[in-house]
């Protein structure tokens, strides 16, 4: 079986292939969309779709929409010598590529995006008229539609809530600026739930919180920084006073996630993925700091937000689609700790 095309641990993405089972089988023969496919989620979804073709000879072809194709590309060489990836230039907001697609995958839209007016308006238009572009050209042979969302359109959390259910009513302030992502993913549902209506086979991920090679250590992403400043030998500092919670799944766990929404989940239906064990931010960093052996946690105490808590109820997931997680949160850590060192190196 070949190795990874990305850099990362080829047993990782071999023990997803077999941890998938019989679950390939409703990919075989596929011609799949995916948009997004240089990001985070997107790299490691064309790792897991080849290392499976090679394995299984499952006859996919595979278009992969990305604004930098190029960049991407020149960053892992590797990907240009596959023959199962055709690459596409493009802009969502502007066009999605049409085609026999029996499978496509929606992922396209950066949450880390800078703040400000121009910035705010483009990622809104990313994730709603690529959305609508996207289902757009989804075609009348499509088998199924993943829409990948967030858990961000639940909103803060109500008083008392310790978990977010999909049946769960509510939602962000629409006349707050900062709530651009979470709206424009709002929308993007709405979207889909009208296609749906119209006969496009349209799933949804909701997608929360997660941790794995490849994902940004530098940015707003807490266990990322934690990470970093672990490794580097730096004291992890948290700016609040530790208290807003959080889970994280491994990225393992996910894309088998988004699969099994993407040929199992039913029609019309949103999915919560993410892992339910609450932590929170000052026992993460404790357990960064555990793992990584870090050289201590800084807790600077600025009051948080008592609605800061962002964590799935993944009863659904687990009833309807049989899907469990099997990564724990310290093998997450120490895995993403030794890519990280890799990388550094």
């Avoid at 080829?10 to 089988?25: A, I, S, Y």
Wanted: glycine share 10%.
């Amino acid at each position: 079986m070949q190795s990874s095309n990305s850099e990362m641990q080829g047993e990782e993405l071999r023990q997803l292939v077999t941890r998938f089972g019989d679950g390939w089988d409703d990919l075989r023969g596929a011609t799949m969309l995916i948009t997004g496919a240089t990001g985070w989620f997107g790299v490691w979804l064309l790792d897991a779709l080849c290392m499976a073709d090679e394995a299984l000879n499952l006859g996919l072809s595979i278009t992969a929409v990305s604004r930098e194709p190029g960049r991407f590309l020149q960053r892992f060489p590797e990907f240009c010598a596959e023959p199962r990836i055709k690459w596409v230039k493009a802009d969502v907001r502007h066009r999605a590529p049409r085609g026999h697609f029996s499978h496509v995958i929606h992922a396209a839209a950066d949450n880390s995006i800078e703040s400000g007016p121009d910035a705010l308006r483009s990622l809104f238009d990313t994730i709603v008229k690529g959305a609508r572009n996207v289902l757009d050209a989804s075609g009348p042979h499509c088998r199924s539609l993943l829409l990948v969302s967030s858990g961000a359109v639940y909103g803060p959390a109500r008083d008392g809530q310790t978990r977010f259910l999909e049946s769960d009513a509510g939602g962000p302030d629409p006349s707050l600026a900062k709530f651009a992502y979470a709206e424009g993913k709002r929308a993007a549902e709405q979207l889909g739930a009208i296609a749906a209506l119209k006969g496009v086979p349209v799933r949804i991920a909701r997608c929360f919180a997660f941790v794995g090679p490849h994902m940004p250590f530098d940015r707003h992403f807490a266990i990322g920084n934690f990470i970093a400043d672990a490794v580097a030998g730096r004291p992890i500092r948290i700016k609040s006073d530790g208290r807003p919670t959080r889970s994280y799944l491994y990225m393992t766990d996910l894309i088998a996630a988004l699969l099994t929404i993407l040929c199992r989940g039913a029609v019309g239906r949103a999915y919560n993925v993410g892992s339910d064990e609450i932590c929170s931010i000052e026992d993460l960093a404790h357990a960064v700091n555990r793992v990584v052996s870090g050289c201590g946690v800084v807790v600077e105490g600025a009051p948080s937000d008592p609605t800061d808590r962002y964590v799935p109820d993944t009863t659904r997931l687990r009833q309807e689609l049989g899907f469990a997680p099997v990564v724990a949160l310290d093998e997450a850590i120490a895995r993403t700790a030794t890519w990280y060192r890799r990388r550094l190196a």
